[in-house]
């Protein structure tokens, strides 16, 4: 560790200008902690944030995928705490908006996240209010408990959905999130997922995490043969724009088509309106977290050996930059970068 008031970490100056430098520990306001970071996932988001197509104000530390330990805390916070192991919701939300007083929080008007709109996990230390703690056992790894993040983005996603049990699913995507969504389809009923992807690499990874069958993406036609009426429950996992109409033929009448990967803002798709009136097709999507971590936390912790083998890629924070250019080139599943390795 560095000396008493200063720490490293990643700092974003401006888009594609980051720079692992010495900078201030953060300080605890009087309802936060500060936590030693153990590890800290990167995503999608990582990757937009980096190129500055995110809503981010720079400078900025990022990291929102994040676990670690509390070693202070603010005036209203127990000290008791201190020592204690967590993992951290990112969500910021004040609160008092119509959609936060609708129970709406990741639609809050105010909306923003640890490592997204303010500093975050990419660093030795960082503040969290402690209203977004949750408590983690202590022979937790920090890894699994930073994969909860991105797993109570799923768990929301299926909050919104109605799953019946034995029914079967089509995703498209087989990066960490299409994987994460079909390990909760599959815990909650569904029969038998299938994935497609342009990688090999990632459908092997697909069919090794339990996928029943793995397409690539020019093949899709044989879906036709794996389900002849469809599939009840179809998911975009990739936000390429262009898969909502590969996507939409495949629902089955009386079926759901999620939209959870993040499309370019401003990005178009063609759709035929009379398929999804025809098949009565419900389409839905999902944002991010809603009061769904600490039910993510529970099924991490208890299906822990089904979500370890996602993380593929353990890096120092030093290496912040190549571990954006793994994910922009789907390197690996889930990549994570640990501060214990610091030197
Ligand atoms: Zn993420
Ligand atoms: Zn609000």
Redesign the pocket.
């Known amino acids: 560790m560095t000396s008493m008031n200063k720490m490293k970490a990643v700092v974003l100056h401006s888009p594609q200008d980051a720079v692992v430098e010495i900078v201030e520990k953060p300080d605890a306001g009087d309802d936060d902690v500060i936590v030693r970071v153990g590890a800290c996932g990167l995503c999608g988001t990582d990757l937009k944030i980096f190129s500055g197509e995110y809503l981010s104000p720079y400078p900025l530390i990022p990291g929102h995928e994040l676990a670690g330990t509390i070693v202070s805390v603010g005036s209203h916070v127990d000290s008791t705490l201190i020592g204690q192991r967590v993992a951290v919701d990112p969500t910021l ?9 609708d129970a709406q ?1 990741n ?5 923003g996240a640890i490592g997204d709109t303010v500093n975050g996990g990419f660093a030795e230390f960082t503040r969290v209010p402690i209203a977004n703690v949750y408590r983690i056992k202590d022979d937790m790894p920090f890894n699994l408990a930073a994969l909860v993040e991105p797993v109570s983005c799923a768990v929301w996603a299926l909050e919104r959905m109605r799953i019946r049990p034995g029914s079967i699913a089509l995703i498209f995507g087989a990066g960490p999130m299409g994987l994460i969504l079909m390990k909760l389809l599959e815990n909650a009923g569904v029969m038998r997922a299938t994935v497609v992807d342009t990688s090999v690499e990632r459908l092997t990874v697909a069919r090794n995490h339990g996928a029943h069958d793995v397409l690539q993406s020019d093949t899709v036609s044989h879906l036709q043969d794996l389900a002849p009426k469809g599939f009840d429950l179809v998911v975009d996992a990739t936000g390429n724009p262009n898969v909502l109409s590969i996507a939409l033929p495949w629902v089955r009448k009386a079926g759901q088509l999620l939209l959870f990967g993040v499309s370019p803002q401003g990005a178009m798709a063609m759709v035929e309106p009379y398929l999804i009136y025809h098949n009565e097709i419900t389409i839905l999507s999902s944002m991010a977290i809603n009061h769904s971590y600490g039910r993510a936390l529970n099924i991490v912790e208890t299906r822990s050996n089904d979500f370890r083998s996602l993380i593929t890629h353990e890096l120092p924070l030093s290496d912040y930059v190549k571990a954006i250019g793994m994910v922009k080139e789907g390197k690996g599943i889930k990549l994570q970068l640990t501060m214990d390795t610091l030197g």
């Open positions: 939300a004040c609160g008092h908006c119509e959609f936060c007083q929080f639609h809050c008007e105010s909306w």
